[in-house]
């Protein structure tokens, strides 16, 4: 019998529902549990640290769904699986308040994303758009607006008179992935899953997961530990984000902004009541300190450079975790000895997660 096929024995007896072992609980694992649960599986999820750990990769991100922005830095794979997520996104938040019965339990817009640069960096602005002028399908390509000053300021009103050019890339969007989490933490307490907490896991093997001298069975293992996996996935390597969360009441922002610099890209993406989360580029970094002064400066410097309103913003938190990445920097959803590995979301995790668990649910049903 094929163990990811629900198949009905003679006599009409009740079809056995698959029972699957998750390690990690991280947004690929609460994602794919959550999946898992809505089509009548069993699931038991096993995770190193608590639910209330909020220095993980999952936390630690801006939730940008981005796949235009991302592609001058990216490839067509990349822009595949974000256009995929870009379909599931809208449907997934809507299927999770309706399990919730809470509508409105997850932020999610989808208002497109405004990158913009300053007069001496229009350089870098412009190597920006070419790349994305040879990267773009044809198809996208409308999805692309070049603006002006007027333009910008039609835009985000905010920023009137600050730059002379921008660029609208339409359809691209955000959601909070702190109220993502936690309403999937929720979902997966009201629909029955087994989430075994701050266990660390000793081995994977076909059909066990192994962990403090206890054996959890399952008809199928799945390892969504992300950088934890590194020591079953040597090619795995962790990239370092950081994050700055502010509020700020002097600027208001409709969508997120890119902004173009030499040597580093910020994002700000506003959230509701004055949040907004600032990030820059990954350093290929393992380090898993705190935020370091020069972080804080360059990135404050930088939101300061955005629009001068925001050196009265307070800052509420700044954090830092790893993102795992592969070589060729692609996620993958794959068997190994009897075990599937989903992994390495790299800087795309939001952008990408949809898809991929997408991917490994078309396998295991």
Not at 155 to 182: I, S
Request: charged share 20%.
């Amino acid at each position: 019998m094929n163990p990811f096929e629900e198949t009905s024995p003679r006599h009409n007896a009740p079809a056995k529902r698959l029972h699957v072992g998750i390690a990690g609980a991280g947004l690929l694992g609460r994602t794919l549990a959550w999946r898992l649960l809505r089509a009548g599986c069993q699931v038991t999820m096993v995770d190193s640290r608590l639910r209330t750990d909020d220095n993980t990769a999952a936390m630690v991100a801006a939730a940008m769904l981005s796949p235009l922005a991302e592609l001058a830095i990216s490839d067509a794979v990349v822009f595949a699986m974000g256009q995929r997520s870009m379909a599931l996104w809208p449907q997934w938040i809507a299927q999770l308040g309706q399990d919730l019965d809470a509508p409105e339990s997850v932020y999610f817009r989808q208002a497109g994303t405004l990158v913009v640069a300053h007069a001496a960096d229009r350089g870098s602005f412009d190597q920006y758009q070419r790349l994305l002028d040879y990267k773009l399908p044809a198809s996208h390509r409308p999805s692309m607006e070049l603006l002006d000053a007027q333009g910008v300021a039609q835009c985000e009103p905010t920023l009137a008179g600050r730059f002379e050019h921008g660029m609208l890339l339409h359809g691209e969007g955000q959601l909070a992935n702190e109220q993502w989490m936690a309403a999937l933490g929720q979902a997966l307490d009201r629909m029955g899953a087994r989430w075994v907490e701050g266990v660390e896991i000793e081995r994977l093997l076909p059909g066990q997961l192994v962990a403090n001298g206890q054996t959890w069975e399952a008809d199928v293992v799945v390892d969504a530990r992300g950088i934890g996996s590194k020591p079953a996935l040597p090619g795995l390597r962790g990239v370092r984000g950081e994050v700055l969360r502010v509020r700020c009441a002097a600027v208001q922002l409709q969508r997120p902004v890119r902004m173009i610099h030499p040597r580093y890209q910020i994002y700000v993406a506003p959230r509701p009541d004055h949040w907004f989360v600032v990030g820059a580029t990954e350093l290929e970094s393992e380090d898993q300190g705190s935020v370091t002064l020069r972080s804080l400066l360059e990135l404050g410097s930088a939101l300061y450079s955005l629009h001068p309103g925001f050196g009265e913003a307070r800052v509420e938190r700044m954090s830092a975790a790893l993102r795992p990445a592969t070589d060729d920097d692609h996620a993958f959803c794959e068997q190994r000895g009897g075990v599937w590995h989903i992994n390495g979301l790299y800087r795309h995790g939001y952008l990408c997660a949809p898809a991929l668990v997408e991917t490994l649910l078309e396998h295991l049903l």
